[in-house]
């Protein structure tokens, strides 16, 4: 069993940027998909972005399009999250899921993802 790590959270005002850091254990995820997902106090889980296996294809919800980015450093076995234009719709606790994704279609499916991470708070700040 695989353990990711978030890191990265904190406090900013709306506007401001953050960058968060996933980082597995044990291991490097080379066949697997990164994403992130979030969840609000009180609300359903909701995923935020993706990035496959290799790098090559990204999927992201509509609500953060243009501004949240996902990466993958293969080097530093770190995937990223990374922040731009926050609104305080986007105060969540923020996880890091690994899966192996058989289609780019399937990266925002929860379901398929069989690693998580503890979570990061996130809170925006009006």
């Known amino acids: 069993q695989v353990q990711l790590a978030e890191s990265g959270g904190g406090l900013v005002q709306a506007g401001g940027s953050l960058r968060l850091s996933c980082t597995p254990s044990g291991r490097r995820f080379g066949l697997e998909a990164m994403a992130w997902f979030r969840q609000a106090p009180g609300k359903e889980r909701e995923f935020v972005g993706a990035?496959?296996?290799?790098?090559?294809?990204?999927k992201y919800a509509d609500s953060v399009k243009g501004r949240f980015t996902v990466e993958r450093n293969s080097a530093k076995n770190t995937t990223y999250l990374q922040m731009n234009s926050l609104k305080v719709e986007d105060t969540a606790v923020y996880y890091c899921?690994?899966?192996?994704?058989?289609?780019?279609?399937?990266?925002?499916?929860?379901?398929?993802?069989?690693?998580w991470g503890q979570g990061t708070q996130v809170t925006v700040s009006s």
């Open positions: 899921a690994a899966g192996i994704i058989s289609q780019p279609r399937f990266l925002g499916d929860f379901r398929l993802y069989t690693s």
């Open positions: 990035i496959s296996h290799n790098g090559i294809n990204t």
